[in-house]
């Protein structure tokens, strides 16, 4: 098992930046591959960014050169830092943690962290 937490959201006006964090606990060393999501009103789940154990990383098209994730594996943490901030960014942001035993992969989720952009 994973427990994933995520924190660093709230309120920001368009041009602003903030740091979303996720920490995790549990089955650390399973842990394959850690990345952010996030969920508009309406709309559905989509990759923000990714990073796997290695440290390669991938963005979702429209945050790129905006957004950067980045990995402290000693505090257990992947970070999301949020540049230029846009009104379409606002969203609830998931931190998603892909685990493995042996074979069989399973995908963790933390509870979410809404980020919203407005003047």
């Known amino acids: 098992q994973v427990q994933l937490v995520e924190s660093g959201g709230g309120l920001v006006q368009p041009g602003g930046s903030l740091r979303l964090s996720c920490v995790a606990s549990?089955?650390?060393?399973?842990?394959?591959?850690m990345g952010w999501y996030r969920q508009a009103p309406g709309k559905q789940r989509e990759l923000v960014a990714g990073?796997?154990?290695?440290?390669?990383?991938n963005y979702g098209d429209v945050v790129k050169g905006r957004f950067t994730i980045s990995r402290d594996n000693a505090k257990n943490t992947v970070y999301l830092q949020m540049n230029s901030l846009k009104p379409e960014d606002t969203a609830v942001y998931f931190c998603?943690?892909?685990?493995?035993?042996?074979?069989?992969?399973?995908?963790?989720w933390g509870q979410g962290t809404q980020v919203t952009v407005s003047s």
């Open positions: 998603k943690a892909v685990a493995l035993y042996g074979a069989i992969s399973y995908d963790y």
């Open positions: 549990g089955s650390i060393r399973s842990i394959n591959y």
């Open positions: 990073i796997t154990r290695g440290g390669i990383t």
